[in-house]
């Protein structure tokens, strides 16, 4: 393994700089290995026209979810979509998951059933089915982890790595929410723990705070893109935040790209929300996360068949490597998109 | 959900009864889901001629492990070992791994480099390729997670519940060394915790130690069943003890089965140190864990291909499933099998 300055720490390197670090001296030996590490799945040589698609997420109490505002149903459900949403990112049809959990002995019975309960809606809604996992206690807290089974026709797999200049960006549904809904959820939390006699009041971001506790992964999407023929030249899901994961595509696909503020689609509430928070939309959803959209890339050929469709918006284009990642705001000017995401200040 | 009394804690249903709860509800529904929870790995449809063989695992800190005594590199090469022994349970061919780690900030970069060291040295070993995974951190801990994906000829899978009346019951290698590998890491942690001027004293325990901290799954012992045209009739490793690993078989092969202690095989160093610790060896054997040897069953017709081989060892047969199941101590009494394993006292 080589090795880096040993005062680097873990954080110095964040998370994707230790996934290549720890991993970059693992050369893959077995000829079923299609794609290892640096795609939303692997991807392993299932029969003639097909591959098999793998991944693997893990979610940690006080890390990834707060057991104050988070219903055990509702994270049950969402570590699938977590994880599905991974398949679909790949343009595949997610089949199998196996689940892990961890589970110190604070919780009871009925609490885990509640999230078993979640996991089985989700099951149902995507189609996938249980088929192993492991239990264990932990001394503290609550950790999860999924694996998802998904298969892909061959010629219809879509990497991170396959845009071209003066291919569109797109993206599914909206963006923003839940950025916002998490920021409700940490003032309400905030009120609750300074006054414990006033009650949440989370009826009207109900948008907002559901697309944060039980974001749906967008399988109807990958078969929407199947019925109108239009198989994406590079595809990822936005869990990171637009910046990143459109930084993700540039880097994978050596091209560069231009995204216009005025071209992001918002919900009407994350528009009204993020004037109450003092926040500006476009820095919701390009520093934000949590989103399970698909952004994805298409020809020019194929841009017809996609236009105008209510479910898909165009963000911008790709253009070569040289000419870099920018984000054109409202008023014309353009910035140099970073791993951080985009700041308005 | 079957709701069940709620009184019942989750430690009362034990880790199986909390499995079986909780996943009761899970129908499957895709055509390309063979078995689901319930054998060492998940089946699914791969081709014509092969079954995809899934299994996932998770390990926890003070847990399964403890860092006081377990190098990382070794923590390391055992995640991987316990994750591809499953695939070997079902006679498969281990490919592919996915790996998840949580980590608290209390570990340095170079610990993290340890374990995934011992990880690349079990992946060259085993000849699978690691091909994705996640990182988190945790607030507190080490949490490892290992999904293995591997395949088997549909003719060739073993699973736990194969077995018929009159079948031989056979284990590889040896049994009980790495339960008394731990009762001498836990009696030097003890020591070393009362007096820490005191050095562990471990060099001599090293068959028992190193088979607790770094245990071989038994791919040769695949390859070797191969070669001698075996397709055992049930399978499964010993990763619980022997005793909760044969009742698996009988229970999901509605045999039962009669288990002959002075046929169990023991290394030497066994039976020196089961004296030391005024244990039985026999009680190491069946209430121990963590062997990764490989117990299955062959018919009477396979058995003459088998006999001998001084990788083998029979240790009783299958009876039927009225008859119970039984183990027989060296003064000829029979012992009813329980899932707590078996006590001579």
């Keep these: 393994m080589t090795k880096i300055n040993p005062s680097k720490s873990i954080d110095h390197l964040g998370e994707f700089g230790l996934i290549d670090h720890l991993t970059q001296d693992f050369i893959p030996q077995n000829a079923s290995t299609v794609l290892g590490v640096g795609d939303d799945c692997a991807v392993i040589e299932k029969d003639a026209k097909h591959f098999t698609l793998v991944s693997k997420d893990v979610m940690i109490e006080n890390i990834h979810f707060d057991l104050m505002y988070v219903p055990l149903k509702q994270l049950g459900y969402k570590a699938v979509s977590c994880a599905v949403s991974d398949v679909y990112a790949m343009n595949g049809t997610a089949e199998q998951i196996l689940l892990a959990i961890g589970v110190s002995s604070r919780f009871p019975l009925e609490a885990v059933e509640e999230f078993y309960l979640g996991v089985r809606h989700a099951c149902v809604h995507y189609g996938v089915d249980l088929v192993g996992g492991d239990t264990s206690s932990t001394s503290q807290g609550l950790m999860i982890s999924v694996t998802v089974i998904g298969k892909v026709e061959k010629d219809k797999i879509c990497y991170r790595s396959g845009g071209k200049p003066t291919d569109i960006l797109m993206v599914t549904g909206d963006l923003g929410r839940p950025y916002l809904g998490l920021q409700i959820l ?23 705070v559901k697309k944060q506790l039980m974001p749906t992964a967008r399988k109807d999407m990958i078969e929407l893109l199947e019925s109108l023929q239009v198989v ?12 990143s994961e459109v930084l993700h595509l540039c880097n994978t696909g050596k091209v560069g790209c231009c995204i216009y503020e005025n071209k992001l689609p918002f919900h009407e509430d994350t528009l009204l929300m ?33 236009q105008g469709n209510p479910h898909f918006t165009p963000i911008g284009y790709y253009v070569s490597a040289s000419e870099g990642c920018y984000f054109e705001d409202n008023s014309g000017v353009k910035h140099q998109i970073n791993a951080q995401g985009w700041r308005h200040f």
Excluded: W
């Design 186 to 208: 940490e003032r309400e939390k905030n009120v609750f723990l300074s006054n414990p006699s006033i009650q949440p009041e989370l009826e009207r971001f109900d948008t907002l």
């Design 232 to 243: 994406p030249t590079s595809m990822i899901d936005v869990s990171d935040g637009l910046a």
């Design 274 to 306: 993020a004037s109450d928070f003092n926040l500006i939309p476009a820095t919701c959803a390009m520093n934000g996360g949590e989103e399970y959209e698909l952004l994805f890339s298409v020809a020019q050929r194929d841009y017809p068949k996609i």
